[in-house]
């Protein structure tokens, strides 16, 4: 069964507050999944969390992260930023980018975040601008596909990240004259994956690799990066991943694989979906309610405020609040407002009896939620809410208006005012 973290009677009150639509992100569930995650790992002297900026990128949530003790995992200038800005800096903060710009290498080098280099000719414009660092790491991708057992759960052969073997093991030969000491190797090869034989087969891999570039280069591999990946329950069905069996999954390839070898290996994260996904929902009224060849509700948010249905088709859980224990002998479409048919929150989904003026929760929008979010047909962005542990809720991002819809347009001379 799927819970939210609040009820009827106090959403209501929320709402007074704060109209709808908006994202409210739950802090002490954010903090008991970290310490979760930590707690699975503490085998691993030197992990490290790495928190996926894009995933929910809203300062109020990193620095609870970071007080947790996670770092800060970023691929574009202003993630950069917000890691700064919520006192990460150094080793703090690791720069997963790929296609990278100059200036965002530049910016990286100057905060000094561990760089995590996604191609082999990144080598040579990374030593153009913003330099070698001392530490470098760097991604690897298997090609083909990526299985566990007969499933397939991912393509890296088709997948624009990482390097192949042989230019991992050429580059840290590279990196090494550069003036390179200390390597890490890091992989992303599924997403989404609620498989708990995923983090422990990709760590396996990762290892092998550490063992082949010490042994073939002698440059000492000093951690792991196992990325994102793990995934979260989206539908009621589904099963939550062991955290704890993951952890252990890891170690025992790690002991199996690196502690022959004499290696001593920092195994790093860089999970987004994992740490916030549950702890977000998107709440949203029922404004309208239409009969044709099919039943719909309409609602105050749309796939502006939540891509995730539209993009991948993805399924995310509704409640309508203080409905929870009613039959759910409706069919309904529950769509928003874009000139767009695939902006349906749900497609043919059973419900309870809607009235308009309900509050419809959707689930699990606290990773790649307001995040994804856009201003296609003028849509504004919505306002994010922190639910504090002590039940008061916080204002965390207020919603956009037309004025910041406008203020790029520039030296025109039009009249935006409303
Ligand atoms: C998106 C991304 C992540 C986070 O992925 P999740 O699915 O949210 O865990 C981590 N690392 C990199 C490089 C990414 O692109």
Same mark, same amino acid.
């Given at each position: 069964?799927?819970?939210?973290?609040?009820t009827l009677k106090?959403?209501?009150?929320i709402?007074?507050e704060?109209p709808?639509p908006?994202?409210?992100?739950?802090?002490?569930?954010?903090?008991?999944?970290?310490?979760? @995650?930590?707690? +699975?790992f503490?085998? $691993?002297e #030197?992990?490290?969390? =790495?928190?996926?900026?894009?995933?929910?990128?809203?300062?109020?949530?990193l620095?609870?992260?970071?007080?947790?003790?996670c770092?800060?995992?970023?691929?574009?200038?202003?993630e950069?930023?917000l890691a700064?800005?919520?006192g990460?800096l150094g080793?703090?903060?690791?720069?997963?980018?790929?296609a990278?710009p100059?200036?965002?290498?530049?910016?990286?080098?100057?905060?000094d975040?561990?760089?995590?280099?996604?191609?082999?000719?990144?080598i040579d414009?990374?030593r153009?601008?913003?330099?070698?660092?001392?530490?470098i790491?760097?991604r690897?991708n298997?090609?083909?596909?990526?299985? @566990?057992?007969? +499933?397939?759960?991912? $393509?890296? #052969?088709?997948?624009? =990240?990482?390097?192949t073997?042989?230019?991992?093991?050429?580059?840290?030969?590279e990196l090494?004259?550069?003036?390179?000491?200390?390597?890490?190797?890091?992989?992303?090869l599924?997403?989404n994956?609620?498989?708990?034989g995923?983090?422990?087969?990709?760590?396996?891999?990762?290892?092998?690799?550490?063992r082949?570039?010490?042994?073939?280069?002698?440059?000492?591999?000093?951690?792991?990066?196992?990325s994102g990946?793990?995934g979260?329950?989206?539908?009621?069905?589904e099963a939550?991943?062991?955290?704890?069996?993951?952890?252990?999954?890891?170690?025992?390839?790690?002991?199996?694989?690196?502690?022959p070898?004499?290696?001593k290996v920092?195994i790093?994260?860089e999970l987004?979906?994992?740490?916030?996904?549950p702890?977000?929902?998107?709440?949203?009224?029922?404004?309208?309610?239409k009969?044709?060849?099919?039943?719909?509700?309409?609602l105050?948010?749309?796939?502006?405020?939540?891509?995730?249905?539209?993009?991948?088709?993805?399924?995310?859980h509704?409640?309508?609040l203080g409905?929870?224990?009613?039959?759910?002998?409706h069919?309904?479409?529950?769509?928003?407002?874009?000139?767009?048919?695939?902006?349906?929150?749900?497609v043919?989904r059973?419900l309870?009896?809607?009235?308009?003026?309900d509050?419809?929760?959707?689930?699990d929008?606290?990773?790649?939620?307001?995040?994804?979010?856009?201003?296609?047909?003028?849509?504004?962005?919505?306002?994010?809410?922190?639910?504090?542990?002590?039940?008061t809720?916080?204002?965390?991002?207020?919603?956009?208006?037309p004025?910041?819809?406008f203020a790029?347009?520039?030296?025109?001379g039009?009249?935006?005012?409303v």
């Open positions: 069964m799927k819970t939210l973290p609040y106090q959403m209501r009150k709402v007074e704060y709808t908006f994202h409210i992100y739950d802090e002490a569930a954010i903090r008991a999944r970290v310490r979760a @995650l930590k707690a +699975a503490a085998w $691993n #030197g992990f490290k969390e =790495y928190y996926a900026v894009k995933a929910c990128p809203n300062p109020a949530i620095d609870i992260l970071r007080q947790e003790g770092g800060m995992d970023c691929s574009s200038f202003t950069l930023v700064k800005a919520v990460c080793q703090n903060i690791m720069f997963s980018s790929n990278t100059a200036e965002d290498f530049l910016y990286a080098r100057r905060l975040a561990v760089i995590n280099l996604d191609d082999y000719t990144h414009f990374l153009r601008n913003g330099g070698i660092p001392r530490q790491c760097l690897y298997p090609g083909g596909e990526f299985r @566990l057992g007969n +499933a397939i759960m991912g $393509n890296p #052969g088709e997948a624009k =990240y990482g390097m073997r042989e230019q991992i093991l050429q580059g840290v030969k090494r004259l550069l003036g390179a000491e200390s390597f890490g190797l890091h992989a992303f599924a997403s994956t609620t498989d708990n995923y983090y422990p087969r990709l760590a396996a891999q990762l290892f092998e690799l550490a082949e570039v010490h042994e073939q280069t002698g440059a000492s591999v000093d951690f792991v990066n196992l990946g793990v979260i329950p989206y539908r009621p069905e939550e991943p062991d955290i704890r069996l993951i952890g252990q999954g890891v170690q025992e390839e790690y002991e199996r694989i690196l502690c070898a004499g290696m920092a790093k994260t987004g979906r994992y740490i916030t996904g702890c977000g929902s998107l709440v949203t009224t029922a404004i309208h309610r009969d044709t060849y099919r039943h719909y509700i309409g105050d948010a749309c796939a502006a405020n939540l891509m995730r249905p539209a993009m991948y088709g993805a399924y995310h509704i409640t309508v409905k929870e224990n009613m039959p759910c002998d069919v309904y479409d529950v769509t928003g407002g874009l000139c767009e048919n695939n902006d349906k929150f749900a043919e059973e309870p009896k809607i009235d308009i003026g509050l419809i929760c959707i689930h929008t606290g990773a790649h939620g307001f995040s994804m979010g856009y201003n296609y047909n003028g849509k504004l962005r919505s306002k994010e809410l922190l639910l504090k542990p002590n039940g809720v916080q204002l965390i991002r207020r919603a956009e208006t004025e910041d819809y790029t347009l520039q030296g025109l039009y009249d935006l005012r």
